[in-house]
């Protein structure tokens, strides 16, 4: 192995002992109460060295944690041929909500909810990567309905249509979120609980497509909802 890929493994190796020290102190103590100083001394590290891979305590606290970012975006521009992009986004997200049921009764999930019902600089930085989601998904969208190879039918105004989509729709799953964050379900309880919150999902988001579909110069109307409504209004 040559000397260039040897430093780049050891960078990934000393990234990935440094986030998982972190995010079993942030576990065990709590995140307000966990100083980089902490994490260094933890990984046997320095100081400098947690902040060369991580330029925050939040971004240190999110790594790994957060595929709610790229997820609907990713889901939208990779989903298959001849899949219209809303399809593959109800989908994904009806999946991501069911997986996040599981996680949530895991030990992991339940330190993660803890900490965010109690920092204020974690509710922050969740804030600004859901921004950031919103964004990321508004541009997959508007893409998947411009240009030669764009879903048939597209919505007269791709920009607006976009825009709406990404706001209600994850602002949607958003709330689902925090409503589990409260009450989390018991263990005994995950089957029935995620099974009912895919669906539940998946209904609220199709409900939305369909409001969208009635909405002027937006559509287009859910492949699944009846002949002749495939168009664009």
Request: glycine residues 6%.
């Amino acid at each position: 192995m040559s000397e260039q890929p040897r430093r780049a493994l050891k960078k990934a190796r000393t990234r990935a002992q440094v986030r998982e020290t972190a995010q079993r102190l942030f576990c065990e103590r709590g995140f307000d109460t966990v100083t980089i100083a902490d994490v260094a001394a933890a990984a046997g590290v320095a100081v400098q060295t947690v902040f060369n891979h991580f330029a925050t305590k939040e971004e240190l606290y999110w790594s790994g944690r957060s595929p709610w970012v790229e997820g609907p975006a990713d889901a939208v521009r990779d989903r298959a041929p001849g899949v219209p992009a809303l399809t593959a986004l109800r989908e994904h997200l009806t999946e991501a909500m069911g997986s996040f049921v599981e996680r949530l009764a895991a030990p992991e999930g339940r330190c993660t909810a803890g900490d965010l019902d109690r920092s204020a600089a974690l509710q922050a930085a969740e804030r600004e990567l859901h921004h950031g989601a919103e964004q990321q998904l508004r541009a997959a969208l508007e893409e998947a309905w411009t240009g030669p190879d764009a879903d048939r039918p597209a919505p007269a105004d791709p920009r607006l249509t976009a825009g709406l989509v990404a706001a209600t729709w994850l602002a949607t799953t958003r709330t689902l979120v925090t409503e589990l964050r409260d009450r989390p379900p018991a263990p005994e309880e995950v089957p029935a609980v995620a099974a009912r919150t895919r669906a539940l999902t998946d209904r609220l988001l199709a409900r939305l497509e369909d409001d969208l579909r009635a909405a002027p110069g937006t559509g287009p109307a859910r492949d699944d909802a009846g002949p002749g409504v495939l168009r664009a209004v």
